[in-house]
Structures are given as structure tokens and as C-alpha cells.
């Protein structure tokens, strides 16, 4: 049975006591941050030195440090870079620091459930998890609401695990809107399954197929690149809303007619048996084993491919078009900087 946890489960008050520092000012680090300290959190913000983000976190009126100091003076440190940069950071700056009766927090269970990162067994080690970017935690704790989190205690040493990763879900926001019980396992193996199978490699390369499909049937790009990858978003935006039956409420009787004929066309059992090879390589540590060492020789493939990515008809074809759509152009910069996102700490 699915637990969730809300605002009247949660007592804040627990971290009255307790310095948290928020290691990274990326996309998730600057909601975090600036979320505790509206909720009377004691927050340090725990950077590289020559981090630009440095002065940015700075002029929102938080404290930082050095990686090393915030640590030593934290009593609750939330692990905010890449997956790829932990285990280093932690080796070199956060692991001498866990002393007896610390906490150490992720917001994604990916270096502990590969065991790329083995903290000591006398703290206590849970996950928050936001399932939003880090505008959206922003924006709806500005608004006096919260995203949904999911959250796992993988080591309670002090008896309070859960009470203080509720209090610092409470404290983002996340309880307003609930947050669900699951494991660090459970959160992994659907999360990497989700972006590879479905989000990002699966409706991509889907997008992609149609487009040059189009393409190379002698339909002209601009139409090709319309009905293939530019009205995603509107399906999606109808799901997002309320679900398939939304959609299918909204879009044509033809394009519903249409949507029942070949959806078995496209993805096949073939392709189901693709996906469950994709979750046995998560599950099993293939994929994690592939992507350490993708790091460990510079990036290679993945430099390669996102070269190659960025150079594709479709994207210029995107461009072009994009700039046809003056509401992609006429928001107005925020007038607070935007922190960078967080990728040279292997540097």
C-alpha cells in the first residue's frame, strides 16, 4: 500500500537545531536553498570556490562556503551535483565530515544504490526527491503550494531519519502537495528506466523516426518537423492535464480513430521485449557500470553523439521555425540572476 505523507505529518520543528547545507546551486540547489531559508532554516550553501554560482547564491542572501567548511559545520548535508561528480566530491570534501549523528541526503538514489559513494554506518542516509525541475519546486513554494516528492530512508542510526526528511520535505514545499515512501532501489531503477525507455531516448527517437520519415518521402521539413516534434507538446500539455482520456477528448475522431489502428504498428512486442531489456540492464548495473566508466574515459560517446545531435536537419529546421513563434521569444528575464547549472566539478 502506497504511503504519503503530508503537511500534518511533518514536524519542522526538528530542524530548529540543525544546520543544513545544500551542496550545488544548480537547478535543484537554489530551489532547496532558498526554500529552508524562507521556512526558518539554518541553510549554508556548500560550492567549489571558483563556482560562479557563488556570488549568485550570495545576492539571494544565503550564506556559503567552501564544499569542506560547509560540511564541518552542517548537520545535515544534501548531495545536489551530478550523478557523475559524487563520488568524487564525497570522497575528497563530504566523507571526513560524517561524524556520528550526521545526515546525509540525496535527491537521487543513484550513487548510493550502485554503491559509488559508502558512508559511514553511524549517520543516518534518506532521499528527498522532487518530481519537478528545480523552477517549478521554486515557483510553487512561492505560490504557497508544492510539488510532490518521493522519499526513502536507506540508514535511520539516530532513531529521527524519517522525522527530519520529512521536516526538510516540509521544508522545500513538498508535503503540501505529498510525498510518497519508496526506496532508493525502487526510485533508481524507474527513474533511469522512465528517461531511457520513454522521456528522453523514447520520444525522441520516435520523433526522429517520423520526421525523417517525412523527410524521405519528399514531405517538406517545416511540415515534417510541425506534425512530428512540435505538436508533442500539445498532446503531452493534454495528458499532463488530465490524463489519455483528456487527450483523446480534445483531438479529432479521426486522430482518435487513427491513435487505436497503429499504436501496435509503432510499438511492437518487439519493442516491449527492448524495454525490458533496458530495466534488466538498470536493475542489474550494466547501465551504471557503462555510464562510470563513460566518465572515467572523458565522455567519449557521449561528446560524439551530442555533437552529431546538435548538427541534425531537424534541429535547424526547429530553429527556424521557433523563431516564427513570438511567444517563445517575449518572456522577460528574471530580475534576480539564474544560478548555472552545476557540471565542472570533475574539473
Not at 523552477?135 to 540508514?155: D, K, N, T
Not at 555510464?291 to 527556424?320: H, M, T, Y
Request: aromatic share 8%; charged share 20%.
Amino acid at each position: 500500500m502506497v504511503k504519503i505523507y503530508y503537511d500534518r505529518d511533518v514536524t519542522i520543528n526538528c530542524l530548529n537545531r540543525k544546520k543544513i547545507c545544500i551542496l550545488g546551486f544548480g537547478n535543484q540547489g537554489h530551489a532547496h536553498a532558498l526554500n529552508l531559508k524562507e521556512s526558518g532554516v539554518n541553510v549554508i550553501v556548500g560550492l567549489r570556490t571558483e563556482s560562479q554560482n557563488w556570488g549568485i547564491a550570495e545576492d539571494y542572501g544565503l550564506k556559503v562556503m567552501s564544499i569542506p567548511d560547509a560540511c564541518a559545520q552542517s548537520d545535515i548535508i544534501m548531495i545536489l551535483i551530478p550523478d557523475e561528480n559524487q563520488t568524487r566530491v564525497y570522497y575528497q570534501f563530504v566523507h571526513n565530515h560524517l561524524t556520528q549523528g550526521k545526515m546525509l541526503l540525496f535527491a537521487h538514489g543513484f550513487s548510493i544504490h550502485y554503491s559509488q559513494i559508502k558512508p559511514p554506518s553511524n549517520i543516518d542516509i534518506a532521499m528527498i526527491a522532487p518530481k519537478a525541475p528545480g523552477y517549478m519546486v521554486r515557483r510553487e513554494y512561492v505560490a504557497g503550494r508544492g510539488v510532490p516528492a518521493l522519499m526513502a530512508i536507506h540508514q535511520d542510526t539516530s532513531g529521527q531519519a524519517l522525522d527530519l526528511a520529512l521536516a526538510y520535505a516540509g521544508g522545500i514545499g513538498a508535503t503540501r502537495a505529498g510525498v510518497i515512501a519508496t526506496t532508493f532501489r525502487e526510485e533508481v531503477e524507474t527513474d533511469l528506466f522512465g528517461e531511457q525507455a520513454v522521456l528522453c531516448g523514447g520520444i525522441t527517437s520516435l520523433m526522429k523516426a517520423g520526421f525523417d520519415t517525412l523527410v524521405e518521402a519528399g514531405y517538406q521539413p517545416e511540415l515534417a518537423y510541425f506534425e512530428c516534434i512540435n505538436e508533442m507538446k500539445l498532446i503531452v500539455d493534454l495528458i499532463y492535464e488530465g490524463g489519455f482520456s483528456r487527450m483523446r477528448n480534445a483531438i479529432s475522431n479521426t486522430a482518435e480513430y487513427g491513435d487505436y489502428c497503429t499504436q501496435e504498428k509503432i510499438i511492437t512486442n518487439q519493442s516491449k521485449e527492448n524495454m525490458k531489456q533496458i530495466l534488466y540492464d538498470i536493475q542489474t548495473g550494466k547501465f551504471a557500470r557503462e555510464w562510470i566508466l563513460e566518465n572515467q574515459a572523458g565522455r567519449p560517446f557521449l561528446d560524439r553523439i551530442r555533437a552529431l545531435s546538435q548538427n541534425l536537419l531537424l534541429e535547424k529546421v526547429g530553429g527556424d521555425l521557433r523563431a516564427m513563434m513570438s511567444w517563445l521569444n517575449k518572456e522577460k528575464p528574471s530580475a534576480q540572476k539564474v544560478p548555472l547549472r552545476e557540471v565542472d566539478y570533475a574539473k
